[in-house]
């Protein structure tokens, strides 16, 4: 059975320590506990952990019966599903969601990037990082729920943001047990084939490895070529599914997200 949890002890927190997206529920358990509405917590009696967080529904544990996930989705209807491939497994025939692959890649740190860090923004104003960002992510939050999201947790010491040359951005969505998982990882439409992106990236590599922290970010298809060009190496891959809001859309919905 799927319980609401509203008392963080019934968590499993080592459970979360245990994967990518066991440590994102763990993130958000961190920044917002379990006192908000839009950051919901459940857990089934086979350990099956899930957070439903601004329309997106993560699942840690294949604990859940199949039918009764499919009805929880039916009621809650979040736009992306993710997490436990066991539990993912068992939606890809649920109608109105089509699923898209993505590859998790570990960063690689390239010693002979050099770049001037003047033009590294450690502490970006957030309205010029939603800027980047709205030019690459169409299914992009609404920028009211982005900015009282991402500033919460940044508050928090959750998450960082970076921009380089004011014009690509990437962001560290969790930093937990020195595992970081690298996000929102966009560029200008202007700036792009400036070579902005793979000169960055392969930058915050180098300089989270120099912290001893591993770090990872995953990617749809249209992007994976471009990580294993810059040196990055495919570490696993899964499926996430995307709700099919307009049938003319759902060819390209989420193409463009191609870094979470």
Not at 107 to 115: G, S
Request: charged residues 25%.
């Amino acid at each position: 059975m799927i319980r609401y949890v509203d008392d963080r002890s019934i968590i499993n927190i080592p459970k979360l320590c245990k994967s990518c997206c066991g440590r994102r529920i763990l993130s958000y358990l961190n920044a917002y506990g379990t006192d908000y509405d839009f950051c919901r917590f459940y857990v089934s009696d086979e350990n099956g952990i899930m957070l439903l967080i601004n329309s997106t529904l993560l699942i840690e544990g294949s604990g859940f019966d199949s039918s009764e996930l499919k009805a929880f989705i039916q009621m809650n209807l979040p736009f992306r599903i993710e997490g436990d491939q066991t539990a993912i497994e068992s939606l890809y025939n649920m109608e109105g969601y089509h699923k898209l692959h993505r590859t998790c890649f570990k960063l690689c740190a390239d010693e002979n990037t050099v770049i001037d860090e003047n033009d590294i923004n450690y502490e970006p104003i957030l309205d010029d990082v939603y800027g980047i960002l709205s030019e690459g992510f169409p299914n992009l939050l609404d920028y009211s729920v982005w900015l009282a999201d991402t500033s919460h947790r940044i508050r928090h010491g959750i998450s960082r943001v970076f921009t380089y040359k004011n014009s690509t951005t990437a962001s560290i969505v969790y930093d937990i047990d020195d595992c970081v998982l690298v996000g929102q990882v966009a560029t200008k439409i202007s700036s792009r084939g400036s070579g902005y992106a793979r000169a960055f990236l392969k930058w915050l590599a180098t300089y989270l490895e120099k912290q001893n922290k591993t770090a990872f970010l995953n990617a749809l298809d249209t992007r994976e070529s471009f990580y294993r060009e810059i040196g990055f190496k495919a570490y696993n891959s899964e499926y996430v599914l995307e709700r099919i809001d307009n049938k003319n859309e759902s060819a390209v919905k989420g193409m463009l997200n191609a870094n979470d």
